[in-house]
């Protein structure tokens, strides 16, 4: 299947090289790391941020949807937080110069991944607030105890930023992001026990007295939780462009089986119930492509947090069902290595990873009545 970008606005005037163009000579099994150096090598990475740091949404889409053609979620995934999110984060606390804005400009090249690691070993993701990790700033050295749980590219990473509590409390200002190179002593990885995903090299750190320059900080000290929910739009946005070409990646193979099976010598696409569900799928991903659409630049521009939180609710309402009847749809052979049946356990990450979708749906709630004035007007 040839990936084709999905339509929003129109693309910058100096647009870098096509992705998928791009990708076209990386081995199918390309790992993460590979796969993020092609990109950054290509500008492909660099080529999503404006000056202000904001990121364009049809070139997140490009991208995304051809690295979603190689057919490795993991691979994806672990792109996603690192475009999304974690660099984002990184440039908005890097000064002019110093390891931070070193860092950040071989990431950005492709010379080595970094992870984000938020979700804490001390508490439920859901709970971020909860979190254990913390780091004792003093005037010469900064020291990091703590531990990070499923944490994307963890084990490829070069860096990790990690979210750290420098006082007691759970009030917003507690939290600080600290860099910290994955080859410091007290640093120790474990792969995640999993067979899904397993291109996004999951992981969960452990940091044991992790002594660093304060010049790792990120950002001021108690800055950290809201250059997070700054961020936090442009990958729940990003999840939902990814969302959209994966089901639709999906469905179009499933079509394509459906017309090839025959039952009593008619193909099963001629099957009337058959081709209903089909296109109960198909109208739900459209309307994913078109909320998407909608909300996109509301989000990357005006980091509209309740769209994103709205669309965020919208792709775990969407995959699952979707992937689900294509996964029946194509019997046993769903059952295939790498699948279909695969396909949608990998996808369970769409309604947990970066908030699970019942603490989305109570964003959508508490932001119920700007809703519904809108849909009035
Ligand atoms: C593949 C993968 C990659 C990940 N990558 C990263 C990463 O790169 N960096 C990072 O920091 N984290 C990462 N995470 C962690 C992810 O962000 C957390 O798993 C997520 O926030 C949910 O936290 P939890 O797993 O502790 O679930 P919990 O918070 O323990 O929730 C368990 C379940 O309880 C229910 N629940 C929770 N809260 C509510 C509520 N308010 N109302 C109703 N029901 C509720 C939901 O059904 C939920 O699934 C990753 C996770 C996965 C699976």
């Not at 995903?197 to 939780?225: K, N, W």
């Amino acid at each position: 299947m040839t990936p084709t970008a999905p339509a929003l606005s129109a693309p910058p005037p100096t647009a870098p090289l096509d992705p998928a163009v791009a990708l076209a000579g990386l081995p199918d099994a390309a790992p993460a790391a590979l796969v993020w150096q092609t990109c950054g090598a290509a500008g492909l990475i660099e080529g999503l941020y404006d000056d202000r740091g904001g990121t364009d949404p049809r070139r997140l889409a490009a991208l995304l949807t051809a690295v979603d053609a190689r057919g490795d979620n993991g691979v994806t995934l672990s792109l996603l937080v690192q475009a999304a999110s974690a660099l984002p984060i990184l440039a908005a606390g890097a000064p002019a110069s110093g390891p931070v804005r070193d860092a950040l400009n071989r990431v950005r090249s492709g010379e080595r991944p970094l992870a984000l690691a938020a979700t804490d070993s001390a508490a439920a993701g859901s709970d971020l607030a909860g979190l254990g990790t913390d780091v004792t700033i003093g005037p010469d050295e900064i020291v990091l105890n703590g531990g990070k749980r499923w944490i994307t590219t963890a084990c490829a990473a070069g860096w990790f930023l990690v979210l750290a509590r420098h006082r007691p409390g759970r009030h917003f200002t507690s939290f600080t992001w600290v860099l910290v190179p994955a080859e410091t002593p007290g640093v120790r990885v474990t792969p995640a026990d999993t067979d899904l995903l397993v291109g996004a090299a999951t992981g969960h750190v452990e940091f044991t007295d992790v002594r660093l320059a304060p010049d790792l900080l990120v950002g001021r000290p108690g800055r950290a939780m809201p250059a997070f929910a700054r961020h936090m739009g442009t990958e729940r946005l990003a999840g939902a462009l990814w969302a959209r070409a994966l089901t639709t990646r999906v469905l179009a193979d499933t079509k394509e089986r459906l017309t090839r099976r025959l039952v009593d010598g008619r193909p099963l696409w001629h099957n009337s119930s058959v081709r209903q569900r089909f296109a109960t799928c198909l109208v739900q991903v459209r309307q994913l492509h078109a909320l998407s659409d909608t909300l996109a630049e509301r989000i990357t521009r005006h980091q509209d947090l309740a769209a994103a939180a709205l669309l965020k609710s919208a792709v775990g309402l969407t995959v699952d069902p979707v992937l689900a009847v294509c996964a029946q749809l194509q019997g046993a052979d769903g059952l295939l290595r790498d699948g279909a049946q695969r396909i949608r356990a990998e996808a369970a990450v769409f309604g947990i990873g970066g908030g699970v979708t019942e603490l989305l749906l109570d964003t959508v709630a508490d932001h119920a009545d700007p809703w519904l004035t809108e849909l009035r007007a």
